[in-house]
């Protein structure tokens, strides 16, 4: 009936809901948007295999940038992680 690799088409309406949605994938051209998606997708799916807990908004004033630097670190190892 297919092919062994099946490919799935979905239709995502991204709606004023989302403004923060919005403004990343706006800019982007169609194809892009759909690139953008499947990878914000695939973040989510690891945060929810490795039991992360939903972030909480800072306290106090923004981090500075080596915290910030840190953090994505942490991430960009995190998610390399399980690739090889």
Request: hydrophobic share 40%.
């Amino acid at each position: 009936m297919g092919s062994a690799e099946s490919s799935w088409r979905i239709v995502v309406r991204i709606g004023v809901t989302h403004p923060e949605l919005q403004g990343d994938l706006a800019p982007l051209p169609s194809r892009a948007r759909a690139e953008r998606l499947r990878q914000l997708a695939l973040v989510g799916l690891h945060c929810l295999r490795a039991g992360s807990t939903p972030m909480q908004p800072a306290k106090n004033a923004a981090e500075t940038d080596s915290e910030l630097t840190a953090r994505r670190n942490r991430l960009l190892r995190s998610l390399g992680a399980g690739v090889e």
